[in-house]
């Protein structure tokens, strides 16, 4: 048995590495940079070492009020766009399981292509049909009375939001269709036989055997939208006075770093986000565990 054991950790030996070089050691690393800080001897002109702080840079992160900005920010930006992307992916899942496998193979690809475009590719390209002077959506909108400025304050988050939804929507309803693979089909057959509706069974029976797939996203949705990074950045080349150098915490954490140089409170900065995203993760996990008991 314990020949056995070793050979079962065998196969696991990879993961563990790749774990421990790509986030144990890196988290750790940012950790320990966050102790130290640069200061420069006499009126500030003078050579620059590296000294020992303490928490310092922590003390500082909790009060840097540009920062918690950005932090509230991106969390009412969650409250609203992932429950729209998640309930809309539901729908897709729902609406491939109720078709024969050979077909809904085919649509699942082509639900799947906005996620396989990388984020920068498809910022870019959406940055491109927001344009005001070169997209086509602000003249087919103008064509029916309405004016609209994707870069404006009031419709950024919407600009956005419409564009994460569009990358991450098929990535989240293959993991619930594959939830929904797994329920039985025996208890659709016995739903029919009650007299149960399609919308009924869907209801009833398929979305409660799916929650512990939407767990699984939502947990996920949260700690991808706490490190909106690319989408801003790029937003922001378009309209720098609405996005702002914090307006997101990891473009807060990246202007300390290689605008400010300040990479040793830049790193403070990277593991009290990294606290916030753990602990909005657990809060949901807990929330949504006591809302199915």
Known sequence: MRRHAFRGAGF???????????????????????????????????????VFVGLENFTRGLQDGAFW???????????????????L?????????????????????????????????????????YSPRLGPLTD?????????????????????????????MGFNMLIIYGALQAVPRELFDAARVDGASELRIALSVKVPFVRGALVLTGMLSI????????EPLLFRTTAPETVTKSYTPILAVYNQAFDSNNYHYAAALSVILALVAGGASFLFYKLTNRAQS
């Not at 900005?69 to 309930?87: E, W, Y």
């Not at 899942?93 to 082509?110: C, E, Q």
């Open 69 to 87: 900005a950005g932090v509230v920010r991106v969390l009412v930006f969650a409250c609203v766009q992932i429950p729209i992307m998640l309930g």
């Open 12 to 50: 696991a030996v990879p993961f563990y590495l790749g774990f421990l070089f790509t986030f144990v050691a890196p988290l750790g690393y940012a950790l320990y940079q966050s102790l130290f800080s640069i200061e420069s001897g006499g009126l500030g002109i003078g050579t620059q070492q590296e």
């Open 223 to 230: 700690i991808a939208t706490l490190q909106l990074f690319n």
């Open 89 to 129: 992916a539901l729908v897709m899942a729902l609406l491939l399981d109720g078709i024969t496998r050979r077909t809904a193979h085919r649509y699942r690809f082509a639900f799947l292509v906005p996620y396989m475009i990388p984020g920068i590719v498809a910022a870019l390209m959406w940055l491109y049909i």
């Open 140 to 168: 087919a909108l103008e064509a029916v009375g309405i004016h609209a400025d994707f870069y404006a304050s009031g419709l950024i988050w919407i600009s956005m939001g419409n564009l994460l939804t569009w990358i991450h």
